[in-house]
T-cell receptor, first 119, second 114 residues
Framework: AQTVTQSQPEMSVQEAETVTLSCTYD???????LFWYKQPPSRQMILVIR??????QNATENRFSVNFQKAAKSFSLKISDSQLGDAAMYFC????????????????FGQGTILTVHP | KAGVTQTPRYLIKTRGQQVTLSCSPI?????VSWYQQTPGQGLQFLFE???????NKGNFPGRFSGRQFSNSRSEMNVSTLELGDSALYLC?????????????FGSGTQLSVL
């Protein structure tokens, strides 16, 4: 079974600074996707960024970027120029690739990292 | 375009009762997935429905069930509630094509079992 581990229960950053959230995963699959989701106090999970395992290039979305180390099974999220609105719980998630029924709708999540942004 | 809508937002029940939660997906989405979120267990996958059929299921007891209607709206039912069922229940919708893996989440239903 796949597992996702986020070893940092809490992180904090000063506004405008950079912070990196860590995530490691365990899988024997070669085809999979990795995601970072953000959950603000509104409770709605919002997709921040995703990475296809077959792509070597790290994904980037504006101030958010990932460091994907496939061999090490590591998938960290870097937030640059942190803003107050970035404060939230961040979840790393894994999904198997096109493997039929076991993939549909199923994400495996880490335990989450609470990010606090100080003004 | 409206997002994923979950009702009700909050629910209080007592042990032994049953509860039904509702989820309306984004227009055009045919897949609805359900997740349970608790402080202790984190986010856990319950099941996924596509075109009124359950395609995937997590490791939850049979007290947890769901269904999907022809308009893609989905309901989740929990029978014989236990204290441990207290959780935030999230649903997510997507096109249902396994190659398009983006899930769009609702704001959840917070269930408290007393």
């Amino acid at each position: 079974a796949q597992t996702v581990t986020q070893s940092q229960p809490e992180m904090s950053v000063q506004e405008a600074e950079t912070v990196t959230l860590s995530c490691t995963y365990d899988t024997s699959e070669s085809d999979y996707y990795l995601f970072w989701y953000k959950q603000p106090p509104s409770r709605q999970m919002i997709l921040v960024i995703r990475q296809e395992a077959y792509k070597q290039q790290n994904a980037t979305e504006n101030r958010f970027s990932v460091n994907f180390q496939k061999a090490a099974k590591s998938f960290s999220l870097k937030i640059s120029d942190s803003q107050l609105g970035d404060a939230a719980m961040y979840f790393c998630a894994y999904r198997r690739g096109n493997a039929g029924g076991t993939s549909y709708g199923k994400l495996t999540f880490g335990q989450g990292t609470i990010l606090t942004v100080h003004p | 375009k409206a997002g994923v809508t979950q009702t009700p937002r909050y629910l209080i029940k007592t042990r032994g009762q049953q509860v039904t939660l509702s989820c309306s997906p984004i227009s055009g989405h045919r897949s609805v997935s359900w997740y349970q979120q608790t402080p202790g267990q984190g986010l856990q996958f319950l099941f996924e429905y596509f075109s009124e059929t359950q395609r995937n299921k997590g490791n939850f007891p049979g007290r947890f069930s769901g269904r999907q209607f022809s308009n893609s709206r989905s309901e989740m039912n929990v029978s014989t509630l236990e204290l441990g069922d207290s959780a935030l229940y999230l649903c997510a919708s997507s096109w249902g094509d396994v190659t398009n893996e983006k899930l769009f989440f609702g704001s959840g239903t917070q269930l408290s079992v007393l």
